[in-house]
């Protein structure tokens, strides 16, 4: 597990599921030859809003602090979605229940 100057123990609270950690052998998401290609790559993607993408180069690269950010980056706009989808369906839930209260109260 990653630690950087006693980070580690906040990284989990921030975002459990996107800490880096070297992958298993065989296992390179970033299509590159070399570490020093896959940090460029990564740079590059970061730069363009990739940053699930980046985090994989980064983690090719070695670059667990950076690969960690990117990570961090990418579930942000996830969450957010998330967020505004259960809202959606919470309003749903409620303009479904009043109408059946309403049809209840309108039958009795």
């Known amino acids: 597990m990653f630690e950087h100057h006693g980070v580690r123990a906040l990284w989990p609270a921030i975002a459990p599921s996107a800490l880096a950690e070297p992958?298993?052998?065989?296992?390179?998401?970033?299509?590159?030859?070399?570490?020093?290609?896959?940090?460029?790559?990564?740079?590059?993607?970061?730069?363009?809003?990739?940053?699930?993408r980046a985090g994989e180069c980064y983690q090719a690269a070695g670059e667990y602090d950076l690969a960690n950010r990117a990570f961090v980056k990418a579930v942000g706009p996830q969450s957010s979605v998330?967020?505004?989808?259960?809202?959606?369906?919470?309003?749903h839930a409620r303009t479904m229940l009043r109408k059946v209260e309403h049809a209840f109260h309108a039958e009795h």
């Open 82 to 91: 998330t967020a505004s989808q259960l809202s959606e369906q919470r309003d």
């Open 23 to 52: 992958l298993p052998e065989g296992n390179v998401p970033c299509a590159v030859a070399t570490q020093e290609e896959a940090r460029k790559l990564a740079d590059a993607l970061f730069e363009q809003g990739a940053y699930q």
